[in-house]
Every structure is written in structure tokens, then in C-alpha cells.
């Protein structure tokens, strides 16, 4: 009864997301967190066996042990070359006295510059602080698994992957070169068993100078990345080669990759209409028909990748700029696929088209939408609940919370909504609740802290937007409901 309590225990914790919390507030969970195939059961049903040892990596040396490895291993998670190529290039830490040592009696600029740069990253990048222990069992491991005495532990399966497929030459005479080398490429993946590491998850948006930091480090794309993820141009490589040639998705899922079409689902139905509607066209270019376009993305779905509403809202941003001229054809070739009407599918569209990260410097895409909808102001109301646009506080929590309350989309879809709607309609009252509410918190915050003239961590441009969204909504005479009236009164901000 006790063994099977326990694999009973196992198979519920294995489905919790983040256990963390359940943790902390029973003994009993713990102890279940503790036990080897626990975790590993928890990981492979998170992330899948080809991304499970990454991300037992990634969790650092208070999760990874010599038997959470072997219960990876015996639940037959994929132990790729590329994995131990990564791990040697991060294991180990700096000598950061050294370091510091260098730094105050450098002997040169550039070497300067280089030590500094280095002593900037010291945080602990993926797979450099694991137990030695767990690094001794995975290279064991990776020896006999892999049947190979060379491990080619210092190679990188990535760029010899960029260079198979023939990365280095244009689209239009890549296929030839790949195929010369599809033997090699095979061998690569079936017996060396190279998957790219995971895509890094996006972060959620905020109005925060954080969030700013955070993005512009992610924009530098260094390689490898200091978080382990694999960055965009890594995984346009693998993009570009299943575009070349779509059976390697075979191959990969034949090793038990089945998220390669996840992985890099967005890149690939980008890669393949960019492919028929390049930035800069040939002269003998051609425009594809709605059968030519279909039959190719209908070829890619069939291989496990998808058309989802938000990969077709970033196919539209994508050619915003050529709307006038393909955006019918798309729109057309979507509608087979999906079997919707377009109006339908443009309202789904309309939810991520105004996603507050999305700076809506041209409306082209936001007008194409709406006059492909049927009933654009329920689809703006809908895109608008969707994001709570209106008041998410109180005039009591609003002075308590630690949260920035920003704009809950961006402020020109705001500009734009004055512009086009009336202002006595739902939809502008609406928008003008959640800025008022952003302004009087800005009031608050600034009152609390009087030597500052921004709040804590808003970003400027944040800050600079909702003050002048605000003037704009009250000189284009958006009128204030009562519940504004009654926030201002008791916020005493009157």
C-alpha cells in the first residue's frame, strides 16, 4: 500500500507547474519533492525527454543530483553531444579575487575591457555551479550512451549544423549544398542525437526599467547565452534547414524530439512566407496564388506545425508594411486553412494586434484588421476585456499596492482609439478609465516619495505616455464617469 501511496503522490506532483508553494505548506509534499524519479517524472512531463537534462541543469545544483540523473536517464530522457559541448563550455566558476586583481593592474585597454566585461558576468551562468558530482555522472554517461570515445567535447554541434545545412549561402542555393551533405546531417541527429537547446520564454511586459534592461541584454544574442536558452539566430538556422528540407522534423522526432515543431513553430511559418514574399524581390519574382501558399503551409502542419492566431497576427506585423498589396492573399490563404471566416480570424488577430508591447508607430495592420470584422466594436471590447483595460484597483489598494500600474496596452492604440471612436462610446470610456487610474496612481507614488520626479523603476517613456494620454483624453472631451469622480474625491487627490 505504502509503494503504491507513493506513486500515486508522484503522478499528481509530476502535473503541479510550480510546486514551490505546495512544498512549503505540507511535510508530506516535500518529502515527495525530494525523491529522485519525482523529479525526474515532474520533468519530463514539464518539458519532454529532449529538453528534461537542460533544464535539471538549469535548476541548479539545489535540484540536480547523481540520482535525479540516473532517473532521468532510466526514463530514457535524450543525452545529445551538443548537451555536453554546451556543458563543458559553462561548467566551472571564475576566480573572481583574480579577476578583481586583473581588473585594478590591467596592462592594457583591450585586455581591461575584456576583464571587465568578464567581471560584469560573473552571476553563475547555466551549468557552471552543479555539483561535480552530477558533472562527473553526465559525462560518464555521455561516453557510454553515446558509444563515442571522441566526444568531441570542444566542438559545437550548432555551427557544425549551421554549416551542414548550408547556412552560409543564400535560400535559393542552399537545398543543393544541404543535400550533399544530408548523409552527414543525418548522422548528426540520429546518432550524435543534436537538438537545439529550448527557445528562452518570453517575458511578461511591463512598464519597468527592468524589463527594459532585460531586453536589450536578450537583443545582444551572445552566444552561448549565459541563461543556457538557445537565442533567435541559433534557432533560425534550424528554422531555415527545415524550410530547405521539411523531413529533418522526421528525423529529430524519430530520436523522440516531438517539440521540435513548438520549438520553432513561429520562426518556421514566418521562414516559409517570407520565402514567397521577399524583402527585396528578384526580377524574376512571381506572386504565389492562394494554391501555392496553402499546399506549403498545409505540407508544414501536416509535420506538426501550427497556424495559430497569434503566428498569423505576427505574419501580418510582419508584412504591415505590404498590406495593401498581399494582405487579401494572406488573409484568403488563412481562411482555407482555418476554415473560419475572415472576420473571425481577424478578431482573434485583434487580441494580440494590440498587446501592450506592440508600439503602434503605423495603424496599417490595426485598420486592416477592423475592416475585415464584422462588428469591430464587439471585437474591440472583447480585445479590450481581454487585457482588463478600465480599473483593476480601488482608491484603498491603490495606495498599497508594490505593483507599477501602467497602461494595460499601449498608449497610441489609445491615441487611436480617440481618434476613430466617439467619445461618449463604451470603448473610449473604457480606455480612459485604465489611463486615469495609471495617472493617479503616478500621483500617489509621486507623493510618497517627493524627491523623485518619476515613480520607482516606471520607465520614462512609461511615464512621459500616460501623462500626455491623459491630457489628450480630456481635451478630446472623453467624459469621466462616476466611479472616476468618486476615485479622484477619495484618493484625495481633488
Not at 553515446?146 to 550548432?158: I, P, R, W
Not at 518556421?268 to 501555392?292: H, K, M, R, Y
Not at 495609471?438 to 512609461?462: A, F, G, M, V, Y
Amino acid at each position: 500500500m505504502k509503494s503504491l501511496y507513493v506513486e500515486l503522490s508522484i503522478e499528481i506532483f509530476k502535473c503541479i507547474p510550480s510546486p514551490i508553494n505546495l512544498l512549503v505548506t505540507s511535510r508530506k509534499w516535500h518529502n515527495i519533492s525530494q525523491d529522485p524519479h519525482a523529479r525526474a517524472e515532474w520533468l519530463i512531463f514539464k518539458y519532454g525527454r529532449a529538453h528534461a537534462l537542460f533544464h535539471s541543469v538549469r535548476l541548479g545544483n539545489s535540484f540536480i543530483t547523481v540520482e535525479v540523473i540516473q532517473a532521468l536517464l532510466s526514463k530514457n530522457v535524450i543525452l545529445s553531444r551538443y548537451f555536453f559541448q554546451r556543458l563543458f563550455m559553462h561548467f566551472g566558476n571564475y576566480d573572481e579575487n583574480l579577476i578583481k586583481l586583473k581588473v585594478e593592474h590591467n596592462v592594457n585597454q583591450v585586455d581591461f575591457n575584456r576583464l571587465r566585461a568578464l567581471k560584469k558576468n560573473l552571476s553563475s551562468p547555466w551549468g557552471s555551479n552543479i555539483p561535480l558530482s552530477s558533472f562527473i555522472k553526465l559525462i560518464t554517461e555521455g561516453y557510454n550512451i553515446l558509444n563515442d570515445h571522441e566526444l568531441a567535447v570542444k566542438g559545437n554541434d550548432m555551427e557544425l549544423f549551421h554549416f551542414l545545412s548550408a547556412g552560409p549561402l543564400v535560400i535559393n542555393v542552399a537545398p543543393q549544398k544541404l543535400r550533399q551533405n544530408l548523409e552527414s546531417i543525418k548522422d548528426l541527429i540520429l546518432k550524435k542525437k543534436f537538438i537545439p537547446f529550448p527557445p528562452n520564454p518570453k517575458p511578461k511586459y511591463e512598464d519597468t526599467v527592468e524589463y527594459v534592461q532585460l531586453m536589450q541584454v536578450r537583443a545582444l544574442e551572445e552566444y552561448p547565452p549565459k541563461d543556457g536558452y538557445e537565442n533567435s539566430r541559433q534557432l533560425n538556422v534550424v528554422a531555415r534547414a527545415i524550410l530547405i528540407h521539411p523531413d529533418l522534423v522526421i528525423l529529430w522526432k524519430e530520436i523522440g524530439y516531438y517539440e521540435i515543431c513548438d520549438d520553432v513553430n513561429e520562426l518556421v511559418i514566418q521562414g516559409a512566407l517570407l520565402i514567397f514574399f521577399p524583402p527585396s524581390p528578384p526580377n524574376t519574382w512571381e506572386c504565389p496564388d492562394v494554391d501555392i501558399i496553402v499546399a506549403r503551409l498545409k505540407h508544414l502542419i501536416d509535420l506538426g506545425f501550427q497556424l495559430t492566431d497569434s503566428v498569423i497576427e505576427e505574419v501580418f506585423h510582419l508584412f504591415e508594411h505590404k498590406l495593401n498589396e498581399i494582405g487579401d492573399l494572406l488573409m484568403n490563404s488563412f481562411q482555407v486553412i482555418r476554415k473560419e471566416s475572415k472576420s473571425d480570424i481577424a478578431s482573434s488577430c485583434l487580441i494580440y494586434a494590440i498587446k501592450p508591447e506592440r508600439n503602434f508607430k503605423k495603424t496599417d495592420l490595426l485598420e486592416f484588421l477592423i475592416n475585415k470584422i464584422d462588428q469591430p466594436s464587439i471585437a474591440l471590447k472583447h480585445a479590450l476585456d481581454h487585457y482588463k483595460v478600465g480599473f483593476k484597483l480601488n482608491y484603498k489598494t491603490i495606495r498599497t499596492t508594490t505593483k507599477i500600474r501602467s497602461l494595460s496596452v499601449h498608449s497610441n492604440f489609445y491615441y487611436w482609439i480617440l481618434k476613430n471612436c466617439d467619445p461618449n462610446s463604451e470603448i473610449s470610456r473604457k480606455c480612459f478609465d485604465d489611463i486615469f487610474e495609471s495617472r493617479i496612481w503616478i500621483e500617489l507614488k509621486l507623493q510618497e516619495t517627493p524627491e523623485r520626479n518619476i515613480p520607482k523603476n516606471l520607465t520614462t517613456t512609461s511615464f512621459n505616455s500616460i501623462c500626455y494620454i491623459y491630457l489628450e483624453f480630456c481635451n478630446g472631451k472623453v467624459p469621466f464617469n462616476q466611479d472616476c469622480k468618486s476615485y479622484w474625491q477619495k484618493s484625495d487627490l481633488n
